[in-house]
Nanobody, 123 residues
């Protein structure tokens, strides 16, 4: 089992920045690929970015590139998501996921999930 706990969410103004952190514990060897997803009210869970824990290779879709940066700290067993130039449409619950397999672009490709942290972007 891998335990995940997100932190860093909150209320931010349009154009502002936030850094989310996911603290990992348990069978950390099972992390494989880790990712961030988000889910806005009434919408499906959306892939934001992922990172291969061992190599540090990252991937994010074009819609997220430039504003969202994923990184991991192997010494502290943490996964970060730096979010810049935030827009109202970025408002969502952000989830950390681990144990990703394959391309790890879909929620069903991950085995472990955190409970999420709310990010609200307002004017």
């Amino acid at each position: 089992q891998v335990q995940l706990l997100e932190s860093g969410g909150g209320l931010v103004q349009i154009g502002g920045s936030l850094n989310l952190t996911c603290h990992t514990s348990g069978r950390t060897g099972s992390r494989r690929t880790m990712g961030w997803f988000r889910q806005a009210p009434g919408k499906e869970r959306e892939f934001v970015a992922n990172i291969r824990w061992g190599s540090g290779i990252t991937y994010s879709p074009d819609s997220m590139k430039g504003r969202f940066i994923i990184s991991r700290d192997k010494a502290w067993n943490t996964l970060d998501l730096q979010m810049n130039s935030l827009k109202p449409e970025d408002t969502a619950v952000y989830y950390c996921a681990a144990g990703g397999t394959g391309l790890a672009l879909r929620a069903e490709e991950y085995d472990y999930w955190g409970e999420g942290t709310q990010v609200t972007v307002s004017s």
